[in-house]
């Protein structure tokens, strides 16, 4: 089974810190993506990447950066956390179009962070 | 853009008990898929059931299928003889195949089973 697992379940920061988010695949898959998850607004994408190096923006990539240097890993940064940053930040990866298992996308377990 | 609605946010049935769950979406798009996912308390975000725009039959997998009426854009997850176990938040998304692939998903339905 294809694992996508997110450094850190819980996290707690203050305002105005810098703040990582790390996403580990291990199942070669080309696509990555970062959502972000809140009550009565579902899940809302943030970035994604389709290739090492290369990152789309979402639909809310205000106040936040992307890193992916390689093909498993996929970096949120935050760069000056805010208080409405608190939230929960699911990330995802996919196989490309054309490969057996394309278009279904496998999530991490998330990373609740509180913003203080 | 695209939109996906979920207009229950919450629904509780007793186990044993049909249940189904109400999504529309909005696309001019005529290549895509549609998708309804799990996520337990607690845990993490599965994959239910997925359906292609093109196939007209309505998929199904075990005690899961849904009821695609494309002309209508609806897409509503039908759950049968419900399981303690099927208790989760329930997301429908919509995937648009021309570009790249994401999901956008809709508000979600927290569903209660109750023994």
């Known amino acids: 089974d294809v694992k996508v697992t997110q450094s850190s379940r819980y996290l707690v920061k203050r305002t105005g810190e810098k703040v990582f988010l790390e996403c580990v695949q291990d199942?070669?898959?080309?696509?990555m993506f970062w959502y972000r998850q809140d009550p009565g607004l579902g899940l809302r994408l943030i970035y994604f990447?389709?290739?090492?190096?290369?990152?789309e923006k979402g639909d809310i990539p205000e106040g936040y950066s992307v890193s992916r240097e390689k093909k498993e890993r996929f970096s949120l940064i935050l760069e000056s956390a805010s208080t409405n940053q608190t939230s929960m930040y699911l990330c995802?990866?996919?196989?490309?179009?054309?490969?057996?298992?394309?278009?279904?996308?496998?999530f991490g377990a998330g990373s609740r962070l509180t913003v203080l | 853009a695209q939109t996906v609605t979920q207009s229950q946010p919450e629904m509780s049935v007793q186990e044993a008990e049909t249940v189904t769950l109400s999504c529309t979406y909005d696309?001019?798009?005529?290549?895509?898929?549609l998708f309804w996912y799990k996520q337990p308390p607690s845990r993490q975000m599965i994959l239910v059931i997925r359906?292609?725009?093109?196939?007209?039959q309505n998929a199904t997998e075990n005690r899961f299928s849904v009821n695609f009426q494309k002309a209508a854009k609806s897409f509503s997850l039908k759950i049968s003889d419900s399981q303690l176990g099927d208790t989760a938040m329930y997301f429908c998304?919509?995937?648009?195949?021309?570009?790249?692939?994401?999901?956008?998903f809709g508000q979600g339905t927290r569903l209660t089973i109750n023994p």
């Open positions: 995802a990866s996919s196989l490309t179009t054309g490969r057996s298992g394309a278009n279904v996308l496998t």
């Open positions: 696309t001019s798009e005529s290549n895509y898929y």
């Open positions: 990447s389709y290739d090492v190096k290369m990152k």
């Open positions: 359906q292609e725009a093109y196939k007209q």
């Open positions: 998304a919509f995937m648009n195949l021309q570009g790249a692939q994401k999901l956008v």
């Open positions: 199942m070669d898959h080309e696509n």
